[in-house]
């Protein structure tokens, strides 16, 4: 992630259990990350960098959210 945006990141968290401090052995990761700007390139670059499906999912969704002036 960070080899990829580098520069562009403004923060990188944890979210759900692991940011609650709640985390057991089952529990899955949960990233919270905020870029400068979202650009269309960015879903291609999120997924050649093997970027989780959810990183790129909420790309996809903020994108939506930004198109109809709700984000």
Do not use: C
Not at 43 to 70: M, R, T
Request: glycine residues 8%; negative net charge.
């Amino acid at each position: 992630m960070e080899e990829t945006f580098s520069e562009r990141i403004w923060f990188i968290g944890l979210q759900g259990s692991y940011g609650r401090n709640e985390a057991n052995a089952s529990s899955d990761i949960d990233m919270v990350v905020i870029l400068d700007e979202l650009h269309t390139e960015d879903y291609s670059l999120a997924i050649l960098s093997g970027s989780p499906k959810s990183f790129i999912i909420s790309l996809l969704h903020q994108n939506y959210q930004d198109s109809i002036g709700i984000g």
